[in-house]
C-alpha cells in the first residue's frame, strides 16, 4: 500500500477532526488513490505524446523516400 503525504501537519485543526478512525483512513485512502490517478494519467499522456512524434516522424521519412511522380494534391 502506497502513504499519501499531507500537507497537513499534526497540531493544525483538519477537516476530520472528531470523526471515527475508518473515516480517517478511508480519507487518506481516497487521497492516495487519486495521486496515485494523477501520476498515471501524466506517464500515459507522455506515452501517447512520444507514440505520436514517432509516428509523424515516420511518415515524414516515408514521404521523402516515396515515388516523386505521385498525384499533386489538390489546391484551393
Known sequence: ???AWSSRTP???T???GLDTATVDADQ???AA???VA???ARTDGKASLLLAFNGAVLAGLASVADPHLPPLPGP
Open 34 to 36: 487519486c495521486a496515485t
Open 11 to 13: 497540531s493544525a485543526p
Open 29 to 31: 485512502n481516497l487521497d
Open 1 to 3: 500500500m502506497a502513504l
Open 15 to 17: 477537516a476530520t477532526a
Open 39 to 41: 501520476g498515471v494519467s
